[in-house]
């Protein structure tokens, strides 16, 4: 070659392009909180990993279908293994809350959120005042209880 600097020159402004031109990431998979969303996959899964079990939850519906649920607002990853250990998807998730029905009350600092549907009731959220939280957390937790039977009525 008669020209080395020219290559070189060519080789770094390559590089440069590849680290700065267009992005090949995917969106995020958006599932809002306490819902579910199904994903299909291309090769059967033998191990699925989220990287904060907090945020959102998978499970495998079948071999090639997994079903993703909300717990927090936030961003997560799932990792899809194969039987033999290889990758099969590596994807953002993105845990929102519901567009429509939600309602905050301010109050100074204390806040207090509500799903209106059309009737308002509680909706537990982070970041709620920590009274009105475990208030609600508790009456809904009884009445969880009470409906599959392991509370027994009042006399």
Do not use: W
């Amino acid at each position: 070659m008669r020209h080395p600097a020219l290559l070189a020159a060519l080789v770094a402004a390559a590089a440069s392009l590849g680290a700065v031109g267009p992005s090949t990431a995917k969106d995020p998979i958006a599932v809002m909180i306490d819902r579910a969303k199904v994903m299909r996959i291309s090769a059967p899964a033998a191990t699925i990993v989220i990287g904060n079990p907090a945020i959102a939850d998978a499970s495998i519906q079948d071999r090639q279908t997994l079903v993703i649920t909300g717990k927090i607002t936030g961003v997560t990853n799932l990792v899809i293994l194969d039987a033999k250990g290889e990758l099969i998807a590596d994807e953002l998730i993105s845990v929102e809350k519901p567009d429509r029905g939600m309602v905050t009350v301010q109050r100074g600092v204390q806040r207090s959120t509500y799903s209106c549907t059309p009737n308002c009731n509680v909706a537990l959220e982070p970041g709620d005042a920590a009274e009105f939280f475990s208030q609600a957390q508790g009456q809904l937790s009884s009445r969880n209880g009470f409906v599959a039977g392991s509370v027994a009525p009042q006399q």
